[in-house]
């Protein structure tokens, strides 16, 4: 008969809470910074310029068309070849902005062609300049319509993150694995590390469900 044992993991809390710690440090900072990717490519996608499209296109298609793990490996360990190493940590942070980046542009593009071209010509009546249409009449309710699916890249973004370990980055996996290997608790270091995951995931549910309430619960036609 098996026999639980928490104790370690009850030992170790500091470590698992410094590793969760940092998992939503490096998840935050891949969200903020793969929106701005992702504006950047839906709005490169949806201009006339054919060469920024076609080069859009095919990083969105790359990115989405092969593993993250394979991208991480890439970054981490072909990058050096080139010239360019990076720490672990820097280097998982920028796997996800690039994966992530690809997957918002998709997204955020469908919610800048789903604005009538009405509500822009409107924006061009009332003399307002190609960036303050874009700002006010476009960006806005576009986010406002793809909302729910852009915050579900980011909450399975943050789950994602788990798979950075495999490149040493201190995350939450990567302190689980390290206390298994000292105590070969695993049956009950990763039941742990599962209730963590849900948590986290939870709370940025929750986040964003408290942003769409302060920026986008306005009525449809304000």
């Not at 098996?2 to 940092?22: C, I, K, S």
């Not at 406002?144 to 852009?150: A, K, Q, T």
């Not at 980055?169 to 742990?192: C, K, Q």
Request: glycine share 6%.
């Amino acid at each position: 008969m098996y026999r639980f044992n928490f104790q370690p993991v009850f030992d170790n809390l500091d470590m698992l809470a410094h590793g969760a710690w940092l998992t939503v440090q490096l998840s935050f900072s891949a969200m903020a910074i793969g929106l701005v990717v992702s504006v950047l490519g839906a709005v490169a996608k949806t201009s006339g310029i054919k060469p920024l499209r076609w080069i859009v296109d095919a990083y969105v298609e790359v990115i989405r068309n092969t593993p993250f793990l394979i991208q991480i490996f890439f970054i981490f360990f072909g990058l050096p070849a080139l010239g360019i190493s990076m720490s672990p940590n820097t280097a998982a942070l920028v796997a996800l902005v690039v994966n992530v980046g690809a997957y918002g542009t998709e997204i955020i593009r469908a919610g800048i062609e789903s604005i009538p071209q009405g509500q822009i010509e409107a924006g061009r009546a009332l003399a307002l300049s190609p960036v303050q249409i874009f700002r006010h009449v476009v960006l806005k309710p576009a986010l406002r319509n793809i909302y729910p699916s852009l915050t579900s890249q980011f909450i399975y973004l943050m789950l994602t993150s788990s798979v950075v370990s495999v490149i040493s980055a201190t995350d939450l996996a990567a302190a689980g694995a390290d206390l298994n290997a000292r105590t070969f608790a695993s049956f009950e270091i990763y039941l742990v590390l599962t209730a963590l995951y849900f948590l986290l995931a939870l709370g940025f549910s929750t986040l964003f469900a408290t942003l769409r309430r302060v920026f986008f619960d306005y009525p449809a036609g304000r």
